[in-house]
Structure formats: structure tokens, C-alpha cells
């Protein structure tokens, strides 16, 4: 498969920004390209379906987070960055040890 | 053909894999009814050899008890094989519903509905009764069940410290904002054999406005008084809102289990809950076992009583020969060991000596717990447990373990 294509954008000078700074920068970045080019694609389809369907649906840009530990897989999204990682450490907790039967 | 030869290659890796990490479980393959002495063939191939077991969840050694044998056999005679259906179809046996009202009282709750296995209670109930607006607040040592069914329930999933109660307050007040509240724990902790504090439980969730579910299947049939469980053992029969518990261990040990507790409750399981609407009906023969152990238990506490004694005994036997047990009142007795090498060390050897039991280790317990969970029942004499602790001393010996506590055993074996 071919490589997506990825735009540079340099940083003023001076500018050390944080991995935070950078995921956010990232997250507009994807969310801009996003609507730019998605927009009357398939989702505009599926949407109008669910609606005749008569599932009421409120879509929007959202954060998503996920966490890994061996077998172990967790996924959370929410509108806000501690929503989401309230929901992704509620999740976690769940994958506790064993358990003996 | 969809099969392909790479996701066979992919299966036998990851099987490949878990046989490595000594994770992968083999079946031993048992000649015998259920019972405190069985014959078993292992490994494969070998001819089969009588052990004592100290491993089975046959509490009150009703698994192979004639009487529940002789009603099991009346009852295919009676009502048949299966009913080749869902309850709500054509499913539903006058006994369904008789032992749906004994569990009921013997529970003394207000309602009850069976299904084909706990794990199918806890799978189902949670989704039944609770939505997006209600928060499921759990004990981070609950059953696997538990976990499984709260992750198919919309409601909030948050838990508490093991059993600090402290902890669980600050929940149920951060999570005042919920429609309901739920609190969710064991009874009896089924890696540990602790008990749950359902006075404390109980006591905080009538303040916080919240409901209690406990799962039961440790405790029922033995735990309390009268063996009616965790909720009699701490008082607060009556105050419970959902019990889980199953009939495949204290209470004949075949299948089945239920959700018991308030009459909406319950029939909201009726309703709703997947697991019900979508398996088959619990079989007649088993309904009516069930029901002759609960005729058994209710008239006498003979067997519960009898557990509680060889339970103080073999925990004593066990402190007195320097073993690091978890100390407690449960017939679940965890021989503590640490290394997850030495724990499966042990338990061959001690298979080697003619007692059944297996080495508990990571994943099944957090690492650097590894253990030998032994179990007592009612079925047990005096004999097995001292032949028992014979072979545990030999064992013992053997690996320069006896009178050591945990740093001492993980300096000598690392973890």
C-alpha cells in the first residue's frame, strides 16, 4: 500500500513544544484534513440510513485513547481529554488479575 | 477452504506460546464420580490412580450423594432428558418454578430466576437492570463473570480498592449524580477465601443511596449459620437487592446457577436479560437434583457444620506444620508460595503422593502470588486431611519451605 502523503509544517523558532503540544497540533491538523476531504463520502450515507432507520444520532470530533498491556486492550473516547481518560483508567481497572475460577 | 494454512500456523503459534509461558491447561481425566477420594489418569495414557482431592468446589460433598443421585434419576424419569427449549417458549417445568421459590426462601430474598450457569447470571443481569445513567461501583477482586458482564452493561464500570471501605465511600458519594448506584462484590473471594464485609457494604449503601450485588457462589449452601451465605455470615439477610450464586459447586455441583433478590429485579432478568431469553432451560434432571439438596441442607446444617470443622482443622494443621497460609474461615485455603515454578513443583510432587491439588500462578493470580489453592469439603474425613498433611510436610521438607513466611520463600525461590 502506498505511503499516505504527510505535510511539514515548521515550528517559529525557538519553539520547544511538548508531546502534548504535538499531539494536539497533530489532532487539528487530522481533524481539518478530515473534514476537508470526507465530507459526502460514505458517513453522509450511513447517517441518512440510521435516521430513516429512526436512530436519532449526534456525531462530533471526539478524543480517543488507547492502552495496551500484554493481552490486554482498552480502548475510550470523550469530547473532553480528561473525559477520556477518566473512562480509559475505569476500563483498565477492569482488566484485574486472573481470577481463579 | 477458509481455514488457511497461515491461521493455522498463527493458532499453533500462540498455542505454541502459552505452552512456554506455562499458561496452557491440560484436562486430567477423572474415573470416578465427584467425591474426596477419585481416580485420576494422569498424565495422559497413565493408568488412573486414586488421590484425595482438595480441589473440587464439593463444599458440602453433595455431588455424588444418593439421594441427590436417586431424585436426579426420578426426576429424567419424571419430567425427561431436555426441553429443547428457551424458558419463555416452551421451556418452563412446573420444578423450574418450584426451585426458583425454594432458592427464594432459602435465600431469603424475593424473588428468583435460574439460569444455565452463573457466569450466565453475571453476564446478563447487569445489562437487565442498569443503563448509561446508573454507575456499577465493584470490588477489584470480583469473579471474572462479574467483569465480563459489566463491560456488556451500558452504565458507568468504576471499582474499589479490594475490600477498603473507605474507598468505596468515596465512590458512592463521587457518583451521586448517577440515576442508581450499584455495588458490586464476592461473597467469598474465590482466589484469597476471604469474606466480603456486606454489614460495611450494606451499611454505606443504605447512606449512599445504593443498591448491593453480591455473587454468592463461594458461600452459598455453607457460609452463615444455617449456610444461607455471605449475607447471613454478616447479618444483613433481607438487605441485599441482588444475590448470584450457582449450583455448580456447594449445591449438588453439577450446573445451573441464579439471580435472587427484588421482585423487579428479578423480573426485570426475565425480561431482559440475554442470557436467559437466548440459552436453553436448565435440564429436568438437574432441576431435581437441586431440589433434593436443597430439602437436604435446609432440614439440617450437618454438612455445613461438618465443613466448618474439617476447614479449623486443616487450617490448623497447616499453620502448625509451618506452612504460609491465607488466614481465614473459608474451606478455601490457599497454601501461599509465591514463585510460580515452586508452586507447580509442588503440586506435582504432592500428585506424586496421592493428593489432588493444582498450583495457582500468573494470570489467574497477580504475579508473585502463586499458591495452591486447596479446598475442603464435608466429604472429607478425618484420614484424608491427615494423610493430606502428611504428604504436604514430606513436600514441604523437600523444599525447605516449612516455617518460612513470604520473604523468606521469595528469598530462597525468587518470584
Known amino acids: 500500500m502506498a505511503k499516505a502523503p504527510t505535510i511539514e509544517i515548521p515550528l517559529p523558532e525557538g519553539v520547544q513544544p511538548s508531546k502534548l503540544d504535538l499531539e494536539l497540533l497533530k489532532a487539528t491538523f487530522q481533524a481539518i484534513a478530515t473534514l476537508r476531504t470526507e465530507r459526502g463520502r460514505e458517513w453522509e450515507e450511513v447517517l441518512c440510513q440510521l435516521e430513516r432507520d429512526g436512530w436519532n444520532v449526534h456525531w462530533g470530533l471526539c478524543w480517543h485513547a488507547e492502552a495496551k498491556r500484554g493481552e490486554d486492550f482498552e480502548q475510550a473516547s470523550g469530547k473532553t481529554l480528561d473525559g477520556t481518560f477518566a473512562e480509559l483508567a475505569q476500563l483498565a481497572r477492569l482488566d484485574m488479575v486472573g481470577h481463579c475460577p | ?415
Open chain 2, 1 to 415: 477452504m477458509a481455514y488457511s494454512g497461515r491461521a493455522r500456523e498463527s493458532y499453533q503459534n500462540e498455542l505454541a506460546n502459552l505452552r512456554d509461558q506455562g499458561l496452557f491447561k491440560e484436562e486430567r481425566y477423572i474415573h470416578a464420580p465427584q467425591g474426596a477420594e477419585i481416580e485420576v489418569e494422569f498424565p495422559t495414557g497413565n493408568p488412573p490412580r486414586k488421590v484425595i482431592n482438595m480441589c473440587a468446589n464439593n463444599y458440602l460433598g453433595l455431588s455424588s450423594h444418593p439421594e441427590v443421585v436417586a431424585a436426579a434419576h426420578a426426576g429424567l424419569d419424571h419430567r425427561g432428558y431436555g426441553m429443547s427449549s428457551v424458558r419463555f417458549i416452551c421451556g418452563t417445568q412446573d420444578i423450574h418454578r418450584e426451585l426458583e421459590n425454594k432458592l427464594t426462601e432459602f435465600l431469603g430474598t424475593e424473588d428468583t430466576l435460574l439460569f444455565p450457569s452463573c457466569m450466565d447470571a453475571n453476564a446478563g443481569v447487569f445489562e437487565a437492570v442498569l443503563s448509561e445513567q446508573d454507575v456499577m461501583i465493584a470490588d477489584r477482586l470480583v469473579h471474572a463473570s462479574i467483569v465480563d458482564g459489566m463491560r456488556l452493561c451500558k452504565a458507568m464500570q468504576d471499582t474499589f480498592k479490594h475490600s477498603d471501605m473507605g474507598h468505596l465511600e468515596e465512590k458512592l458519594v463521587e457518583h451521586q449524580d448517577k440515576r442508581f448506584r450499584m455495588v458490586i462484590t464476592d461473597g467469598v473471594f474465590s482466589m484469597d477465601g476471604d469474606i466480603a464485609r456486606l454489614d460495611a457494604i450494606v451499611a454505606l449503601a443504605e447512606k449512599h443511596d445504593a443498591m448491593v450485588f453480591v455473587d454468592d457462589s463461594h458461600a452459598s449452601g455453607f457460609i452463615g449459620k444455617t449456610g444461607r451465605g455471605t449475607h447471613e455470615h454478616c447479618g444483613v439477610v433481607g438487605r441485599m437487592d441482588v444475590i448470584t450464586t450457582t449450583l455448580g459447586k456447594a449445591l449438588g455441583g453439577a450446573s445451573g446457577g441464579c439471580v435472587s433478590g427484588r421482585r423487579e429485579l428479578v423480573e426485570m432478568c426475565r425480561q431482559r436479560a440475554r442470557p436467559y431469553l437466548f440459552s436453553n432451560t436448565v435440564a429436568p434432571v438437574i432441576v431435581s437434583g437441586a431440589l433434593k439438596v436443597l430439602d437436604l441442607i435446609s432440614a439440617t446444617t450437618e454438612r455445613r457444620d461438618k465443613l466448618e470443622t474439617n476447614t479449623v482443622y486443616w487450617r490448623k494443621l497447616l499453620t502448625d506444620a509451618g506452612f504460609d497460609i491465607k488466614p481465614g474461615e473459608s474451606p478455601i485455603v490457599p497454601v501461599m508460595l509465591y514463585n510460580a515454578k515452586l508452586a507447580q513443583d509442588v503440586a506435582r510432587d504432592l500428585f506424586a503422593e496421592g493428593i489432588y491439588v493444582v498450583g495457582f500462578f500468573f494470570p489467574v493470580v497477580a504475579k508473585g502470588q502463586a499458591r495452591i489453592r486447596t479446598q475442603l469439603s464435608a466429604a472429607h474425613e478425618k484420614h484424608h486431611l491427615d494423610a493430606a498433611i502428611a504428604a504436604f510436610v514430606k513436600v514441604g521438607k523437600k523444599y525447605g519451605i516449612l516455617g518460612l513466611g513470604k520473604n523468606q520463600i521469595i528469598e530462597k525461590y525468587g518470584l
